[in-house]
């Protein structure tokens, strides 16, 4: 057979310069693969790393939604309560305050207000305590007041902590502020009234949102 002396040393230049896919001849005249650099068996100091994944790109989280508490609208009063006609029920004492609610409390927050009352067992309503939890939860679900608070908030509850002095029902400044900010303009000042008249028998709980009679009207 007729081999080209020329095209053979070029193959054999080629190959062992790398250029055919890594591989090269060796001195017995076997082709074998030609290691990349820093290429070695393994665990040899000269194996390459592993190739680290690269980090993800920081995503920038949602913005917190803006706490509004005059969106919404409070449903209907319950009927006046007569639950027992040996007792004679409580008549309209729930649906007093909770169209105290309605008027005295933001709409998002009465409207709360008055689906705790109109959840409420017919004996329950006229439970003044159970009431009042219901007033107290959603006030306490109201955006938190400004920092720092409106001018008129920090004035009433100042009023209150004079009227109330040392009383233990005396409320602290930071819950009389979370309280009054779920409050309208009239139910601060009905909450204020009724604390410097009778913080010790009543105290916060019992007086939040309480409007007087010329200023409740009848809504359902």
Known sequence: MHIDTASFFMLVGSLAAGGAGGYAVGKTGVVSKVMDAGEGPQGSEHATPATTAS??????????????????????????????????????FPVKRCTDFKLGMKPKVAAQAVACIDGLKPYERCDKNRVGLCAHAA???????????????????????????????????RDCEATLAGMTEAGRKGTVECMTTQCADKGLLGCEAVLGSHETTMVQ
């Open 55 to 92: 980090t993800p790109a920081t995503i920038a989280a949602p913005a917190a939604p803006v706490c509004d508490d005059t969106t919404g609208a409070p449903g209907d009063c319950p009927p006046p309560s007569f639950y027992s006609a040996e007792e004679g029920g409580c008549g309209a």
């Open 139 to 173: 006030l306490m679900s109201a955006c938190a007041p400004d920092d720092p608070p409106p001018a008129d908030l920090g004035a009433d509850c100042d009023a209150i902590q004079r009227a109330c002095g040392a009383s233990p029902m005396a409320p602290s400044l």
